[in-house]
């Protein structure tokens, strides 16, 4: 009988492995993000079968070493926790790289890995990766931004991110006569940062030449409630499963608009990023939150995006329509260590590093959004009074109202 009972549970165990396990064995868990590690074998393919995990919103595949490219395709299927259906196969932009210099470059712990995916409250996921030779320890990396709460809703209260405090050594910029207005940014406090997982201060560098668009790729398929889980769940990805000191970005908008102070060290500062490779050096960024290769960017971000740009280019007197050379900072599969390379004031991330990022679509909006960050700071002319019985657009041309 004790024989009969033990083959039942091994039979039982058997088939119910057969449908993926009801919870995974993670890798490590702990502060929001949850790792799986995908079993090694064929150099060429490695795959994670169905299963249950931890409760997750964003996700993405890192590997042990921050050197090594992904030189193929990562898929990654998530299940949806509300209704339990799964979604269907989405690709992961594989061409991140850890910064050329600075701190996030020497840190302990840090890994290569692909852009995130906001996947939404999801419970499940099925990832498939390929290439001609895959990175060694790869591990998905489960982000739970809001700490497994069942429908989070994050309102952001209006807490408006405000100038640092100078630093030491740091030369404060000299705005320019038509230096456009600070644009309204959320901050770091108010999207929920958790500042106890940023361990060095920030890096400042000489000053700010030009800006930097990207996007976060992933989904346009999310609520703009949901921002500052988004921006969150970027923040622990970049800082605890690529193991960079804070967000990479400088700031982020969301499809409504919204700004979102990025990496801390003050807003108005020349503060080292983690977001081009080469020429992360004398530059700021701001990501779009959503991919921008399929979906066209609407009024909302190109003109958030621009007043951003104008502004932080204004604190230097800097024409964000113009150009500027920089030298690049690393071999990056487009420039070579110290080329000078002439580039726009405010460029796509591919204009740096041999990417798709920001997407067709947005990268195509970069001449009008330059146009708007150039009209940022100039007055506009008032509105005609139509009272006015001498206003000059109620007479014909060659005619006179006095």
């Known amino acids: 009988m004790t024989r009969l009972l033990l083959r039942t549970a091994v039979a039982t165990a058997l088939a119910l492995g057969a449908l993926g396990p009801a919870r995974p064995a993670l890798a490590a868990s702990s502060d929001g993000v949850h790792t799986v590690r995908v079993p090694d074998g064929d150099p060429r393919e490695r795959s994670l079968a169905p299963r249950t995990t931890e409760p997750f919103s964003l996700l993405g595949i890192t590997w042990d070493d921050p050197r090594e490219v992904l030189d193929g395709t990562a ?201 081009a490779y080469g020429f992360n050096t004398d530059t700021s960024s701001v990501s779009v939150l959503g991919d921008y290769s399929a979906t066209t960017a609407n009024a909302a971000v190109r003109e958030s995006v621009a007043k951003v740009a104008a502004w932080k280019l204004g604190l230097y007197g800097i024409d964000p329509t113009g150009t500027v050379v920089l030298t690049a900072g690393a071999n990056n599969g487009k420039y070579k260590l110290g080329e000078k390379v002439t580039m726009h004031r405010i460029s796509g991330h591919r204009d740096g590093y041999p990417t798709e990022c920001p997407g067709q679509h947005l990268y195509d909006d970069l001449p009008q959004i330059r146009t708007l960050a150039g009209n940022a700071g100039k007055p506009t002319e008032p509105a005609p009074d139509e009272t006015d019985p001498f206003a000059p657009h109620l007479f014909p041309p060659g005619a006179s109202g006095r």
């Open 75 to 275: 898929y990654v299927r998530t299940r949806a926790r509300d209704s339990g259906a799964w979604s269907a196969w989405r690709p992961l932009e594989t061409d991140v790289r850890m910064p050329e210099t600075g701190p996030d470059r020497a840190r302990a712990g840090v890994r290569g890995g692909t852009q995130p995916l906001w996947s939404g409250p999801s419970d499940g996921v099925q990832v498939r990766v390929s290439g001609e030779r895959l990175p060694e320890g790869l591990r998905v990396e489960l982000v739970d931004p809001d700490g497994g709460a069942e429908n989070a809703v994050h309102v952001v209260e209006p807490d408006v991110a405000e100038p640092g405090a100078p630093e030491p050594g740091v030369v404060p910029p000299a705005a320019g006569p038509l230096a456009p207005d600070r644009p309204a940014v959320t901050s770091r406090s108010a999207w929920g940062a958790d500042e106890s997982l940023v361990k060095d201060p920030p890096t400042y560098t000489g000053d700010t030449k030009a800006m930097f668009v990207h996007h976060t790729a992933g989904t346009n398929d999310y609520a703009c409630s949901e921002s500052a889980s988004i921006v969150r769940g970027v923040f622990l990805y970049h800082v605890k499963s690529n193991g960079w000191n804070d967000i990479g970005y400088h700031f982020l908008v969301d499809k409504c608009g919204t700004v979102f102070e990025g990496r801390a060290g003050g807003i108005d500062k020349p503060v080292l990023g983690a977001h």
